[in-house]
């Protein structure tokens, strides 16, 4: 399976028609935050696959353009303080903004950050009983406390997210928020069983559905 992570820069060959012949064979799409609607139902309609999302620290509450003003992308899933199992069988779920800094809509202070995170718990537990796994990806805008953050205010990261993937143990968390311009910049770090890829501007990733199910089965036969 193929997934086309997004997040913070529009790219030419993503809006554009070379959408097609370059990424014509993802299966998924996840938006990572601070990126036009307009632009994720660009991918939607070109791709025709599902695109699930969360909101960045520089979302608008309403966007206007062409058609009704509206408060998401149309045909996007929103998983923002939500569980979902897409069709293939990964279970997602995720968490939008940044710490807070300012004014701005979509930023948490770091308890608050802590409060989504609790209240994503009781499902998790409900997908290992089910699933014989808590998670497989983790889609935020934000990144975990002294993984992929600054030391300034606005870049700080979030506490409760590190607990999150020390617990729970995801395949992947994605992410966005820090913008990447060097190419000695990191993008990925990995964290016991979880991969963390920040997603700036675009990220193709394999997964290996088989070996998610295979997890299970090795955490099924060490607990008995």
């Not at 030419?12 to 959408?19: E, L, N, T």
């Not at 569980?83 to 990964?90: A, P, Q, T, Y």
């Not at 993984?147 to 992410?175: E, S, T």
């Not at 913008?179 to 675009?202: C, K, M, P, S, V």
Request: charge should be neutral; hydrophobic fraction near 40%; include cysteine.
């Amino acid at each position: 399976m193929k997934i086309l992570a997004v997040s913070d820069q529009e790219i030419d060959a993503i809006y554009s028609p070379q959408i097609k012949s370059r990424f014509g064979d993802v299966d998924l799409v996840i938006g990572c935050g601070d990126l036009p609607y307009y632009y994720l139902e660009y991918i939607i309609s070109m791709l025709d696959v599902p695109l699930y999302f969360v909101r960045g620290n520089h979302a608008y509450l309403l966007e206007y353009g062409a058609g009704q003003p509206r408060a998401a992308p149309w045909g996007a899933i929103d998983l923002h303080r939500r569980l979902v199992r897409d069709d293939s069988g990964l279970l997602l779920a995720g968490i939008e903004g940044s710490l807070r800094y300012n004014a701005g809509p979509y930023q948490y202070e770091q308890f608050d950050m802590w409060a989504m995170v609790l209240l994503l718990t009781p499902g998790l537990l409900v997908n290992k009983l089910r699933f014989g796994r808590y998670l497989d990806i983790f889609v935020t805008h934000a990144y975990p406390w002294q993984i992929h953050d600054l030391p300034d205010r606005p870049h700080r990261g979030a506490k409760a997210f590190r607990w999150f993937v020390q617990v729970f143990q995801p395949a992947f968390h994605l992410h966005g928020h820090i913008h990447l311009y060097r190419r000695d910049a990191i993008r990925e770090t990995r964290l016991n069983r979880t991969r963390i890829i920040n997603t700036f501007g675009y990220q193709e990733i394999a997964v290996d559905l088989a070996s998610l199910s295979h997890h299970r089965r090795q955490d099924k036969t060490s607990s008995s």
